[in-house]
């Protein structure tokens, strides 16, 4: 072969055969060369040499991302018996959660059948939330919603990892899969330790923007939605004004802004100039407000180290959890929790108030790809009506989403069958025993 022809291969069809994984490609001079993809104006191409890549480690179960929802994945796997590698590619836990600062845990409230107002998400949510709370380092905000100090949440979840025997590794952003026919063998990483794989039983996809979704061909819609910002400044015990919540630091306060809408979350030029406008937002924020009562000696504490992307890729599952569905008690016989919604949510129809927001079930189907027979889904992208985007991201819904996830991953592989075959029944007791609430 020469080598121009050899530089033709398909390089997810080289790296798999480097790895020795059986994908049944047969490296074939005459296809075309594979055209790396974006949604970016392209200007031309280079070509990347083909390379083999190298396999480092290997895990019943990698979960990539690990924000509330790869967390309560991550855990919940590993408490199954299950070996389990969580990627982040930050060099902390908790996304948006603690990286930009989205401190309250809603969503783990609503509106009950018996017209009482009550909590309906317990689980791992309820379980890291006590944690924090014993500590000292959460607070209560609207009555039932905590707000937890995310230096405190860091600790606290990378404390759960290393008791429930999870490997983690920081500094690793996804970079592709390796699939073996409808089958992902293993994950590609770019790290501070060059490109290398590391192969999985089974993934579950808690990116946030469902990098593994398209990467393994999974059919999902790209949406839109505000981007926003959190910040936190000090000196704020006596400052009070609209978007401005405590903390558990009495001293320390956030501050909140919803950014512009109808963005495009997975745009770096588009995500560079937010980022720019929303330093620049907060630093004249900080101006005006010490300008008013109790504002004095504001000194801006952090301005986080995330946007606020709310959503981007979004799953078109085994079934969809549809909005309709949401407002009216709707069961599933693969329900895997119960989700709140306290939060007034602006739909395609109207307002509906934040105190008549019924809870919903979340069925195993939303988090269920069509094709992929080792892959979830948890987190922002599982699959739900645009409507619901505000409820679906929200970090209660997160941590749900997760564990029900997480659990379902561990049980494929415990009883050997796909995703889509898992055992409806024993998943349920699984996720009753981890405190999963399953009424309305």
Not at 66 to 76: C, D, I, Q, W
Not at 123 to 133: N, P, Q, T, Y
Not at 296 to 322: H, I, K, P, Y
Not at 328 to 347: E, F, P
Request: aromatic fraction near 8%.
């Amino acid at each position: 072969m020469d080598r121009r022809n050899f530089l033709k291969i398909g390089a997810a069809g080289t790296a798999a055969a480097s790895l020795g994984l059986a994908t049944g490609f047969s490296p074939d001079p005459r296809k075309k060369e594979i055209e790396a993809k974006t949604r970016l104006d392209v200007k031309g191409y280079v070509s990347e040499p083909a390379r083999k890549i190298p396999v480092v480690d290997a895990a019943d179960i990698v979960v990539l991302g690990g924000g509330p929802a790869g967390v309560a994945a991550a855990v919940s796997a590993a408490r199954q018996g299950l070996d389990v590698i969580l990627l982040e590619r930050e060099y902390y836990l908790g996304g948006l959660w603690t990286g930009c600062c989205v401190l309250p845990v809603n969503n783990t409230s609503g509106l009950l059948k018996n017209g009482k107002w009550g909590q309906v998400i317990y689980g791992f949510s309820d379980e890291i939330c006590s944690r924090l709370a014993s500590m000292g380092l959460s607070v209560t905000i609207k009555g039932d919603t905590p707000v937890p100090d995310p230096e405190a949440a860091k600790y606290v979840m990378e404390l759960m990892l290393g008791e429930a025997g999870v490997r983690l590794l920081y500094n690793c952003q996804g970079a592709g899969v390796i699939l073996s026919g409808d089958r992902i063998d293993a994950v590609l990483v770019e790290s501070k330790s060059g490109r290398v794989a590391i192969k999985a039983k089974a993934v579950v996809d808690c990116s946030g923007d469902g990098d593994i979704l398209e990467w393994a061909g999974e059919d999902f819609e790209l949406r839109k939605a505000h981007i926003g910002a959190m910040w936190r400044c000090g000196n704020a015990a006596d400052f009070k004004r609209r978007g401005v919540h405590k903390t558990p630091i009495d001293s320390v306060k956030l501050f909140h802004t919803n950014g512009e809408y109808d963005q495009d979350g997975l745009d770096i030029y588009n995500l560079t100039r937010l980022q720019l406008k929303m330093r620049k937002h907060m630093w004249d924020t900080l101006e005006k407000d010490r300008q008013l009562p109790g504002g004095e000696n504001l000194f801006l504490l952090d301005s986080t180290t995330l946007l606020g992307v709310r959503v981007t890729r979004v799953l078109n599952s085994v079934r969809n959890v549809t909005y309709a569905d949401s407002v009216r008690y709707a069961s599933y016989a693969d329900c895997v929790g119960v989700a709140g919604a306290d939060n007034s949510l602006k739909y395609s129809g109207g307002t509906l108030p934040g105190k008549k927001r019924p809870v919903w079930q979340l069925p195993y189907s939303a988090i269920t790809p069509k094709r992929i027979p080792n892959l979830l889904v948890a987190g922002r992208c599982f699959g739900f009506d645009k409507d619901l985007t505000y409820d679906a991201r929200e970090v209660g819904t997160c941590f749900l989403t997760g564990q029900a996830a997480g659990t379902a991953a561990a049980l494929s592989l415990l009883d050997r069958c796909s995703v889509q075959e898992v055992n409806i029944a024993r998943l349920q007791a699984r996720l009753a025993e981890g405190g999963v609430r399953f009424d309305m």
